[in-house]
């Protein structure tokens, strides 16, 4: 049985603008930052969820080979890698705050059935959903 998510693994371009958006803009908190045989990876959490780390990594050897790699960089830079959301309490005050700090997003916050969310990209082109859920109590209108 799956209990849950262990790590959530996000292609980046760079280590070091990755470090600076989830960590100083974001306000993620560094688990681990580690080469190990030519291998960097960079685990970082949101404040309140410790439980589910984030591996920022950049595409290539030893983990991919080269043609992979572009590949993958090209989805990222195109946001054709979704990610997924993180979530909020408060998704207006969270858009605000990141709005402030530099965070370009690409929707506003919006009512759907599911909660109120919004949508930023990274730096490299990640897309991201911020999600204020609430809870769903039928199938979704239409």
Partial sequence: MITGFALICVNVLDMDVARDFYVDTLGFEVDVDVVQ???HWFVVHAPQQPEVPLMLVVPGAPAVDEE???RIRSL?????ASVGAFATRDCWA???ELSARGVEFVEPPEERFYGIDAAFRDPFG???????????TGPPPG
Avoid: C, M, S
Avoid at 126 to 136: A, D, G, I, S, Y
């Fill in 37 to 39: 045989d030519g291998f």
């Fill in 68 to 70: 992979i790699a572009e």
């Fill in 76 to 80: 990222v830079a195109t946001g054709h």
């Fill in 94 to 96: 969270t858009y605000r």
């Fill in 126 to 136: 990640n897309h991201w959903r911020l999600t204020q859920r609430k809870p769903l």
